[in-house]
């Protein structure tokens, strides 16, 4: 009884670029739905459908969210910020370890 209509969960995939804009090109020929690519190729529809929503912002044409080159630059970024705190946070402990010694 428990097992009914419960479905183990999918674990994570990675598909390379090249995968996904094969993909998006199927979608976007029209012979077959955005479901029917999913199903054919044992994808999730909504994984499909914001990959088609991505490649539209690529594009210029999409709702105005971020472009791939615009996720990783702020990706970067994101990265090398967090770099720096580290790097301002040891020159803290460093300037108030300095101090305590010249004392």
């Known amino acids: 009884m428990e097992s009914m209509g419960k479905k183990k969960p999918r ?5 390379t670029a090249e995968f996904k804009a094969e993909i998006v090109e199927l979608c976007q020929r029209g012979d077959r739905s955005v479901g029917q690519v999913a199903k ?9 459908r914001e990959w088609l929503r991505q490649a ?14 615009e996720r990783e630059e702020l ?6 910020a967090r770099r720096l705190r580290e790097d301002v946070e040891i020159l803290k402990r460093a ?9």
């Open 75 to 80: 990706n970067q970024l994101r990265r090398e």
């Open 11 to 15: 674990s994570r995939r990675s598909f």
């Open 56 to 69: 539209e912002r690529d594009a210029g044409t999409g709702d105005g969210g971020l472009t791939t080159s």
């Open 40 to 48: 054919d190729f044992d994808l999730t529809e909504t994984a499909v």
């Open 95 to 103: 300037t108030a370890f300095f101090a305590k010694e010249t004392r």
